[in-house]
């Protein structure tokens, strides 16, 4: 039995996989820069994070209506269940689809209308992180934070991404005060392109109770202490890291380091499609690249368990079932 899996870092629309893209685009009469696969696939080739966003945001034109978004969202949840997932905690970026006018019902109720069945369908429980663009003015960000919540939408917590270098932490602690005064949890990527003094700040003026990416941290020997002593998650994506160039290869991924120093790091995809690969693949690469052992492998699941937003029952409960997978077999084996 493959190891119950925990995806705590995915952005939706960096699942939309190349040919559900195109297919998309003719069908809602979309004029893309590519028409067919010989010429999408070469631009998958990043230098950076801006490079990879310049083509996520132009891929996610092809979205406009309430079924499109939430096919793209069941698509993920398929192929997830597949992974082993049984718990994903998944997040959208609502200013990709308002800036180009598709009204915010379609974005939120096609993904809802995915998730509220994806027990059922998928055996995969789910929380909605609204993640908002950091290179956008905070004002924007609790503007429709605010108008999302008028309107009832199920959200479990906020989160804040896109452009790091140049937009730090401090712009957003409007939002995260407000989001917490609304009983929203609290997500932030930092350290992934940006420094050491982001993973700080996103802790320290928004309170961040999980750090997307975070591995530019273990260039501060201060903080490398505080995360350890208190256990603050780092969701980790290290087929990201590469193909966003901010490792040079899966061999140099300090995976491995934070590991043995005890901080509490989980493995995940951020954006699959785009990155070759989802969860698994991510496990499977960093199993064998780094010959880690089932106990690690456990590690890292068990921390991801722990980093979620379940209720303590529910963790209790994938916490058996981790232990259940480690006896019988793990990805590792597989
Ligand atoms: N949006 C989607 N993927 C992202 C990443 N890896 N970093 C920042 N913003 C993102
Ligand atoms: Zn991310």
Redesign the pocket.
């Known amino acids: 039995m493959p190891l119950p899996l925990v995806e705590l870092h995915l952005?939706l629309?960096?699942t939309l996989e190349p040919d559900f893209i195109l297919e998309r685009a003719a069908a809602n009469d979309i004029e893309l820069p590519w028409t067919t696969l010989e010429d999408l696939l070469p631009r998958y080739e990043f230098t950076d994070?801006q490079s990879?966003?310049d083509l996520?945001y132009t891929n996610v034109e092809v979205l406009r209506s309430r079924e499109d978004f939430a096919e793209m969202t069941r698509r993920y949840l398929r192929r997830a269940a597949k992974a082993g997932v049984k718990h994903a905690e998944v997040s959208f970026?609502i200013q990709a689809h308002i800036r180009r006018g598709v009204p915010m019902d379609v974005v939120v109720r096609g993904i809802r209308d995915a998730l509220d069945a994806s027990v059922e369908e998928f055996d995969i429980t789910t929380k909605l992180i609204a993640?908002f663009w950091r290179d956008r003015p905070v004002e924007e960000a609790i503007e429709l934070l605010t108008a999302m919540l008028d309107a009832g939408y199920a959200i479990d917590a906020v989160g804040l991404?896109?452009?790091?270098v140049g937009y730090p932490p401090s712009l957003f602690v409007e939002l995260y005060e407000f989001a917490r005064s609304k009983g929203l949890r609290a997500v932030a990527?930092a350290g992934?392109?940006g420094p050491a003094n982001y993973v700080r700040d996103a802790l320290d003026l928004l309170h961040a109770e999980r750090i997307?990416?975070g591995i530019r941290s273990l260039e501060d020997d201060d903080l490398v202490q505080r995360l350890v002593r208190d256990q603050v998650p780092l969701t980790v994506?290290p087929l990201?890291n590469v193909r966003?160039r901010t490792v040079p290869a899966l061999s140099d991924h300090p995976l491995p380091r934070m590991l043995a120093l005890g901080i509490n790091v989980s493995v995940h995809s951020?954006?699959p499609s785009?990155f070759g690969g989802y969860i698994d693949d991510n496990f499977d690469a960093v199993a064998s690249t780094f010959n880690l052992s089932e106990e690690d492998v456990g590690r890292l699941t068990l921390n991801a368990v722990d980093s979620s937003f379940l209720d303590p029952e529910a963790k209790a409960r994938l916490r058996s079932q981790v232990r259940l997978g480690n006896t019988q077999g793990s990805l590792v084996e597989d």
């Open positions: 952005h629309e960096g994070l990879f966003l996520l970026d993640s991404d896109s452009a790091e990527h992934e392109e997307d990416h994506c990201s966003l951020d954006d785009y």
